[in-house]
């Protein structure tokens, strides 16, 4: 799995890349439609253990993809994973900046875990 596979990184078109030649990459931070919704819910006290299912529905291969890549280890991936999600279960604060989509925020939360 690749995130330009799934839609996550957009083709720089800037000037600077054009005239310096080089061609990067770059993710898309654009929240989802569903976000609001989701983040309002995984805010709801008690935990709403079904708004972090879903989040995990939306989320988890694409994080799991990513730990992968960094840990080439799936027995570390699961655990940074894991790790990622239960930051998100018991902070859901993390989600409070709602101009950088979920998914990168919990990537973010992986990509730490696997440093």
């Known amino acids: 799995m690749t995130f330009a596979s799934e839609g996550w990184i957009r083709e720089q078109s800037d000037e600077s890349s054009r ?22 819910r995984l805010r709801q006290a008690p935990p709403n253990l079904e708004a972090l299912r879903d989040l995990y529905d939306r989320v988890a291969p694409a994080a799991y993809g990513y730990a992968r890549q960094r840990t080439r280890s799936r027995r570390q991936a699961r655990e940074a994973v894991l790790s990622a999600f239960v930051e998100a279960a018991r902070h859901p ?4 900046d709602a101009r950088i ?10 990509h730490v875990r696997t440093s």
């Open 93 to 96: 604060a993390v989600f409070d």
């Open 19 to 40: 005239s310096t030649g080089s061609h990067r990459p770059r993710l898309d931070v654009t929240p989802e439609c569903w976000e609001p919704e989701l983040r309002r």
């Open 101 to 110: 989509a979920m998914r990168i925020q919990l990537l973010l939360l992986v």
